[in-house]
């Protein structure tokens, strides 16, 4: 049993995960004042202050309004997760159910009939809850709007009146005024100036009393809400099961090669009934039925990039970026920390090269790799990735390369200068034992330099792949890579208050990937380092 | 035909009026399976000592002479135990021999390369921490791990650069014990730069002073004829001990003292002023033009 702990235990502190400590030293009965105190500092409180945000995000969400609707409450963004995970699992559906054939495929399509029979019946309850609670809602609204219309009708007449008054008193002054008195003029004057202003005055109060009328009528009747919301719901819902039904009967995959088999059985029989010229065109078709069976055999659902898939091949994009980083800065590093000379003549374009934005190296990069694969459908490279047997299903294009370049050229700076550091920072006594031993350049190079080196270069790493990752979804923003910055982009310019939610999801997500994403590199940095100082808390 | 010898050796730090010669004039001559210990001050260039006769420095004028030639670049053949240990922290104990002795013996099989640093991890008593990294070891340690890596090289000579400065008392004259006991075993020619005249007396067939620096250059050499085994307990009162340990000592102050007396920064004549007057109150009535 006490083996069991101290294993727990040291995996808690190779991966970092620090605050699970308590936890398990209490379950072992060790001090218990103690571990409560800890488990209160680094998982209550921190829980309750996250807590703290959600209330306040929901309380200060719908204060605003935009073209999009209102700013998303926590609420509505797990909603949307929701709907992501849906559309995702009914695609994947989808997908499957267009390769099903035989039994299989029938049972499967009696079951979709079954649940469209039934939602159905639910789609009729939910048209007539949305009838009612739009009929009460249109009262509850002429209720209110009453009182206020006979308010803003009333003033309007009030002003009116009362603006024909004061012009006919202004024109009885103006008749009464001598031509050559300039005093009476100017009084004139002063008292058209406040009959204008007197108006404007009342022109403003009467488009307030307009504006109360309006958001009265614009009134969010939630019960309106609610059943307008399970009734787009059961849409959608129809809308996938019909599409599957469909999947399942007319566009399946084994369904259409049995009516081009059939086809092709009957021109068979035909070919073999008949002679002379007349062969020629029945050939003919039976190759082309033959091509046509061929590429259905092949086909696939056509499936539209959901929000997981998107994830994995952002996290492809990034990481070829990043290992292309890798490639390229640790030997440069290594260069520049061994030999002062390089390390000077390299210093301006790291310098110069740091600072750009990755906004400034994507059309660069676009259109450079645009010119180097002209023709993605033929060129080697694109034919040769898109049938490897596990990455093939990503689609690398010359965008998601433009995008692993761009990623690539920003992030290799921090691993570059903290290998250089590494490398130029070994204690000169480890040196002087290499001259000892005698070890040769290449010797000293991975038996001294570089083990010495490897906690600041994997510090750099570290750095890297977090500035990696958050470049990557800018370029793909821009790059139109398929990804998780398509995915917002595509939002964005879909602009309904559910897309403007799934754009808050995107939020959590990136920031949960690039959370996982750091904590592997610490336990990388863990395993390596050895002088026991702390890689992160 | 001394096995290791300094030849008039010079050596400076700097060009031009800036220079600082550590060394001038240095001549030793060491026999073959001596135990010789080097006393100096701090700063008077006792590790450069060490660093000339391992080879990783090269004298400005003169020679080091190993069996009658120069010393070529550092080698094996002239271990070398640095006062900071240099070990390597990302390698363990074994790790850490194994470095060396792979180096230095290339020809050897795996089963023999193992036997070979089991012996020497034995040797130094330090059997069963065969894992450990060096942060998790002691001073006293590391300082075996590293007497055991450079005896795994089964070097000629053996050059200790203050090996026991680091340590606290009592494990100084523990470790003091080993390495004499290490040396008795197989009697190697061993150079020993320390600060401790005791340690010196104690461990050392003849004792060199270096004279403080710069210009350092080494002094008159005591020869310590004391019977081996020298037992720590009974030497106290032994009046041979005390009378060598007193002659070193005095020596050593004396040395101190004359070059403090040399080393006045330079003497500033300052003015003659005599005060008008010492009166508490001066009635001098000064008019300024």
């Known amino acids: 049993m006490e083996s069991l702990k101290y294993t727990l235990l040291k995996i808690i502190h190779v991966s970092g995960l620090t605050f699970l400590e308590p936890v398990v030293r209490l379950c072992y009965g060790e001090e218990p004042q ?121 003033k309007k007449a009030e002003f009116e009146q009362a603006a024909k008054r004061r012009e006919a008193a202004l024109i009885v002054k103006a008749s009464q005024i001598d031509q050559r008195d300039i005093d009476a003029k100017n009084e004139l004057l002063a ?7 007197q108006t404007e005055q009342e022109r403003e109060l009467l488009k307030q009393l307009k504006a109360e009328q309006d958001n009265v009528r614009n009134l969010t009747y939630t019960p309106l809400q609610n059943a307008m919301r399970i009734q787009t719901e059961i849409a959608e819902q129809e809308q996938y099961l019909a599409k599957k039904e469909e999947i399942l009967s007319k566009a399946n995959r084994s369904l259409k090669l049995e ?26 078709q039976m190759l082309q039925i033959e ?52 390390m000077a003549a390299v210093t301006p374009f790291i310098a110069l090269f740091k600072p ?28 040769g990735l898109s049938n490897l047997p596990l990455i093939g299903w990503l689609q690398i294009n010359p965008a998601f390369i433009a995008s692993a370049i761009t990623v690539a050229l920003c992030s290799l700076w921090p691993t570059l200068v903290n290998t250089a550091l590494g490398v130029a920072s070994i204690d000169k006594d480890h040196l002087n034992v290499a001259r000892v031993l005698r070890l040769n350049f290449f010797q000293r190079l991975t038996k001294i330099v570089i083990p010495s080196a490897l906690p600041l270069i994997f510090a750099g790493l570290r750095i890297s792949l977090g500035v990696g990752w958050m470049v990557l979804i800018a370029a793909e923003l821009l ?22 939610a799934q754009m808050f999801v995107v939020v959590f997500v990136v920031g949960a990937i690039g959370l996982l994403l750091d904590r592997i590199m610490i336990i990388f940095q863990r395993l390596v380092s050895f002088d026991g100082a702390p890689a992160a808390i | 035909m001394p096995i290791l010898e300094f030849d008039n050796v010079s050596f400076g730090h700097g060009i031009g009026s800036d220079k600082y010669e550590v060394l001038t004039d240095a001549n030793l001559a060491v026999e073959e399976n001596e135990f010789v210990a080097i006393i100096g001050f701090s700063g008077s ?50 790790g850490n021999i194994e470095l060396a002795v792979k180096q230095v013996f290339p020809g050897m099989s795996p089963a023999q390369r193992e036997d070979h640093i089991q012996h020497y991890i034995d040797l130094v008593s330090l059997t069963g921490a065969e894992w450990k990294k060096p942060n998790e ?139 008008i007057s010492l009166d508490v109150a001066p009635n001098i009535e000064i008019s300024v033009v």
């Open chain 1, 259 to 284: 009516e081009e088999a059939a086809k092709l059985k009957e021109l068979k029989l035909q070919y073999a009934a008949t002679t002379g010229p007349d062969l020629m065109p029945i050939a003919q």
């Open chain 1, 34 to 154: 103690l571990q409560l105190k800890k488990i209160g500092r680094f998982i209550v409180i921190p829980s309750l202050t996250f807590l703290a945000f959600l209330v306040a995000w929901a309380l200060i969400a719908p204060v605003y309004k935009t073209k999009s609707g209102e700013v998303p409450t926590p609420a509505v963004v797990w909603d949307a997760a929701q709907g992501v995970k849906r559309f995702h699992e009914r695609e994947s559906d989808k997908q499957v159910a267009y390769g099903l054939s035989g039994e299989e495929r029938e049972t499967t399509l009696a079951a979709v009939t079954k649940q469209r029979a039934v939602l159905n019946t639910m789609k009729a309850d939910a048209d007539q809850q949305v009838a009612e609670a739009s009929e009460a809602r249109t009262a509850l609204v002429a209720e209110e709007i009453e009182p206020l219309a006979t308010a803003y009708e009333t």
């Open chain 1, 291 to 342: 091509g046509r069976m061929q590429k259905i055999v092949d086909s696939e659902y056509a499936k539209p990039w959901t929000l997981p898939m998107q994830i994995m091949r952002s996290l492809a994009c990034v990481f070829a970026g990043f290992f292309l980083a890798t490639a390229i800065a640790i030997p440069i590093g290594v260069l520049c920390g061994v030999s002062p000379t390089f």
């Open chain 1, 356 to 383: 750009v934005s990755p906004i400034v190296w994507l059309p660069i990069s676009l259109i450079i790799v645009g010119g180097v694969i002209t023709d993605p459908e033929t060129h080697w490279l694109m034919v």
């Open chain 1, 191 to 197: 008292y058209i100036r406040g009959h204008e202003s």
């Open chain 2, 137 to 275: 070891m002691s001073g006293g340690m590391r300082q075996r791990l590293s007497l055991a890596r450079t005896l795994s090289m089964q070097p000629e000579v053996l050059l200790l650069d203050e090996p026991l400065s680091a340590l606290d008392a009592i494990t100084r004259s523990v470790l003091q014990d080993e390495i004499t006991r290490l040396w008795e075993q197989d009697k190697r020619t061993v150079v020993m730069i320390t600060n401790d005249v005791d340690e010196a007396v104690l461990m050392a067939d003849r004792i060199v002073p270096l004279t403080p620096g710069p210009r350092a250059t080494f002094g008159k050499e005591f020869a310590v004829p004391l019977e081996r085994p020298r037992d720590r307990a009974t030497l106290n009162f032994n009046p041979e001990f005390k009378h060598i340990r007193n002659d070193v000592t005095r020596y050593m102050m004396d040395i101190n003292a004359e070059s403090k007396r040399l080393n006045v920064a330079g003497n500033l004549k300052l003015p003659q002023i005599q005060p």
């Open chain 1, 479 to 500: 790059s139109s890579s398929e990804g998780i910055g398509k995915f917002v982009w595509d939002m964005f310019n879909n602009g309904s208050s559910e897309t403007f």
């Open chain 2, 45 to 94: 260039g006792k590790s450069t000592v060490v660093s000339l006769l391992g080879g990783l420095i090269e004298p400005d004028q003169g020679a080091v002479k190993m069996h009658g030639k120069p010393i070529g670049p550092p080698g094996p053949d002239r271990g070398i135990v640095f006062q900071n240990y240099s070990l390597l922290p990302w390698l363990s104990v074994h």
